[in-house]
């Protein structure tokens, strides 16, 4: 289903595809992943009735305030929007990025354009960026090879990067950026057109007036890209070995002086618009201080990397060897409480995989030391909920364990 929406028309089909990608990193996830709207083409209904009922004018709803817990019990916010305008942001970003993302330099790796040999990676799902672990490998792996015994890593990232963004300076930053794009004149006016579009609607969409993108969203670090396109190239420019990923920053340099120099080159780019490095994780470290290197890289542990080569072998024999090891790492994790690390998610990942897949026939006691740490982390660590309702409702649970989680919510002393 094709909907006109003033500059563009939307493809119901084609947007939906992205969104179900974007779904997975949901803070909030609907229960049936918003299969009713997809399946009966009602999302297209919704946008095209709005456009209709508003004159030929899509208005988009406020965007709903909710709180996400982080590391400390902290917490942090989260913009959740209508599906019809997440369609409509999604939409509206597909349209720019082809224009708009060759502007960005190759040392930016976050939410990119495939390129012509990198397509193969998301065949068959039209998945509009690339795919993002693999992106990920790509950023650790040029950092890890410009990194010498002699040289120094400047590892740092951006505090409240989002919430930092000023709608009206990326709104200008696009505009000012439209003469470089490769396009005529015609679709030059026609990205204008989208430009003005899209801003229109982000009043809405925001955390105040004019500042705060929603997060956890692909469209969102597509945009963030663009407005930090100034910052990565003054850095690129003055001869810098620097990286970026999102909000996550590396700069390898000579020596400490040249780190700490580099480091002050970088606060003072950031600081115009309105972005700031987070003191607590910035770190200097030596390129011969292997295990702070592999910290910074987030490297996780040798045990991980084995336990991952064999399920990359993605055959049924190498990765039932890994069965005890996976429980023996997870448990360890556990014991440790590190329940925000790479680890604690790797492992959730493959459990929940054993867990669904019949071919691997686990049998429930394996799950059970792991289930009942699991729900007792419900208590300890908020930050890592989203992943632990991942692993119990996949694995077999027994009524104790629903007693347990009914005891955890009904608490006005633990659910705050």
Same mark, same amino acid.
């Given at each position: 289903m094709t909907i006109q929406c003033g500059n563009f028309v939307l493809d119901a089909a084609s947007v939906a595809?992205? #969104?179900?990608?974007?779904?997975?990193?949901? !803070?909030? &996830? /609907?229960p049936v992943g918003y299969s009713d709207l997809f399946e009966s083409e009602l999302l297209g209904k919704v946008i095209s009735t709005n456009f209709e009922e508003n004159h030929g004018e899509y208005r988009p709803s406020k965007a709903q305030l909710l709180n996400?817990?982080?590391?400390?019990?902290? %917490? $942090?916010?989260? +913009?959740?929007?209508?599906?019809?305008?997440?369609?409509? *942001?999604?939409? +509206?970003? @597909?349209?720019? #990025? &082809? *224009?708009? /993302? &060759? %502007?960005?330099? !190759?040392?930016?790796?976050?939410?990119?354009?495939p390129t012509s040999d990198q397509k193969g990676e998301r065949a068959g799902t039209k998945y509009m960026f690339r795919n993002g672990v693999a992106a990920w490998a790509d950023f650790l792996g040029c950092v890890e090879a410009r990194i010498a015994n002699s040289s120094v890593l400047l590892s740092t990232d951006l505090a409240n990067y989002f919430e930092n963004i000023s709608i009206s300076k990326l709104r200008s930053r696009f505009l000012e950026f439209v003469p470089e794009i490769r396009a005529s004149g015609e679709e030059k006016a026609a990205i204008r057109g989208k430009i003005d579009q899209l801003f229109k609607y982000m009043t809405e969409w925001c955390f105040q007036e004019d500042r705060g993108l929603p997060q956890n969203r692909d469209a969102?670090?597509? +945009?963030? @890209? =663009? *407005?930090?396109?100034?910052?990565?190239?003054?850095?690129?420019?003055?001869?810098?070995?620097?990286?970026?990923?999102?909000?996550? =920053?590396? =700069?390898?340099?000579?020596? $400490?002086?040249?780190a700490r120099k580099a480091l002050k080159e970088l606060v003072l780019t950031l600081r115009p618009i309105g972005q700031f490095v987070n003191s607590g994780k910035t770190k200097i470290v030596s390129g011969s201080d292997y295990e702070q290197i592999r910290e910074c890289l987030a490297?996780?542990?040798?045990?991980?990397?084995?336990?991952?080569?064999?399920? @990359?072998?993605?055959?049924?024999? &190498?990765?039932?060897?890994?069965?005890?090891? +996976?429980?023996?790492?997870? #448990?360890?994790t556990l014991e440790a409480e590190a329940f925000d690390t790479r680890e604690f998610r790797f492992c959730i990942g493959r459990l929940e995989t054993l867990a669904r897949c019949k071919e691997f026939k686990v049998p429930a006691d394996y799950f059970r030391p792991i289930t009942e740490r699991i729900i007792n982390g419900l208590d300890i660590a908020p930050v890592a909920t989203d992943q632990m309702t991942r692993y119990l409702r996949s694995v077999p649970l027994k009524a104790d364990d629903f007693n347990a989680l009914e005891r955890h919510v009904e608490d006005p002393e633990k659910t705050i």
């Open positions: 595809r992205q #969104l179900k990608q974007d779904f997975r990193d949901d !803070w909030f &996830p /609907d996400v817990p982080k590391s400390n019990f902290t %917490l $942090r916010y989260a +913009l959740e929007t209508s599906l019809a305008d997440r369609a409509v *942001y999604q939409a +509206l970003s @597909n349209e720019l #990025l &082809p *224009y708009f /993302d &060759p %502007l960005i330099a !190759w040392q930016v790796f976050s939410h990119r354009l969102s670090s597509f +945009l963030a @890209n =663009i *407005y930090m396109r100034e910052v990565d190239t003054r850095m690129i420019n003055e001869g810098y070995v620097y990286f970026r990923y999102m909000d996550d =920053i590396k =700069i390898v340099c000579e020596s $400490r002086t040249a490297a996780g542990s040798v045990e991980m990397k084995r336990i991952a080569t064999a399920w @990359n072998t993605k055959s049924l024999k &190498p990765i039932s060897r890994t069965f005890i090891p +996976l429980r023996t790492l997870m #448990l360890k």
